[in-house]
């Protein structure tokens, strides 16, 4: 049953723009994404709570934005001023509703920077 499900990763030249998507189904609520490079571990990019309080990792503060559509169940993140190190795949983090935990991952999507 696939619960966290991400979307808009490809391909871009350094200096642009991608917007990625996390969409929640059931009780699931999407809480922020992470992220893995060859070699490296898993970091957080960003989070968002339900209230809409935001925490950025330090390497994408004032380039990465992170969102929430509560009707749809969604999370989003905008990023823009790519580098090529922001090349990883990209993953979505949540957890059950009501359950405090955030042990839910998505299948992830791939972000390539070209220089």
């Known amino acids: 049953q696939v619960q966290l499900v991400e979307s808009g990763g490809g391909l871009v030249q350094a200096g642009g723009s991608l917007r990625l998507s996390c969409a929640a189904s059931?009780?699931?609520?999407?809480m922020g994404w992470y992220r893995q490079a060859p070699g490296k571990q898993r970091e957080l990019v960003a989070d968002?709570?339900?209230?809409?309080?935001?925490n950025y990792g330090d390497s994408v503060k004032g380039r990465f934005t992170i969102s929430r559509d509560i009707a749809k169940n969604t999370v989003f993140l905008q990023m823009s001023s790519l580098k090529p190190e922001d090349t990883a795949v990209y993953y979505c983090?949540?957890?059950?509703?009501?359950?405090?935990?955030?042990?839910?991952w998505g299948q992830g999507t791939q972000v390539t920077v070209s220089s």
């Open positions: 983090n949540g957890g059950s509703y009501g359950s405090g935990k955030r042990d839910l």
């Open positions: 059931g009780s699931v609520v999407p």
């Open positions: 968002i709570t339900t209230g809409g309080r935001t």
